[in-house]
Nanobody
Framework: QVQLVESGGGLVQPGGSLRLSCTASGSIRSINSMGWFRQAPGKERELVAAITSGGTTNYQDSVKGRFTISRDNAKNTVYLQMNSLKPEDTAVYCC????????????????WGQGTQVTVSS
């Protein structure tokens, strides 16, 4: 059984910063990619940023230069540093992780966190 637990969301003024964290726990053999998605009311879920086990990153165009994704492989944790936040960044942010399990290491599994609310408003 695997769990992804996020933290760090909240209310921030435009131009402010937040740092999200997501830690995976359970019978994990190894984690491949980890990522952050977001979903605003009335909109589809979209990829914000992703990072491979080797550290290669990928960002949505609208957050490039403002958000930074990183990970601590020893802690099975992925971070999202969000700077210069805008009202349009308001959404529920969810992390996901693609991984091999201890008891099933022939095929990868993808798990999702429960989500954390980020609200950017004055």
């Amino acid at each position: 059984q695997v769990q992804l637990v996020e933290s760090g969301g909240g209310l921030v003024q435009p131009g402010g910063s937040l740092r999200l964290s997501c830690t995976a726990s359970g019978s994990i053999r190894s984690i491949n990619s980890m990522g952050w998605f977001r979903q605003a009311p009335g909109k589809e879920r979209e990829l914000v940023a992703a990072i491979t086990s080797g550290g290669t990153t990928n960002y949505q165009d609208s957050v490039k230069g403002r958000f930074t994704i990183s990970r601590d492989n020893a802690k099975n944790t992925v971070y999202l540093q969000m700077n210069s936040l805008k009202p349009e960044d308001t959404a529920v942010y969810c992390c996901n992780a693609n991984m091999f399990l201890v008891l099933d290491y022939f095929r990868p599994h993808t798990y999702w966190g429960q989500g954390t609310q980020v609200t950017v408003s004055s």
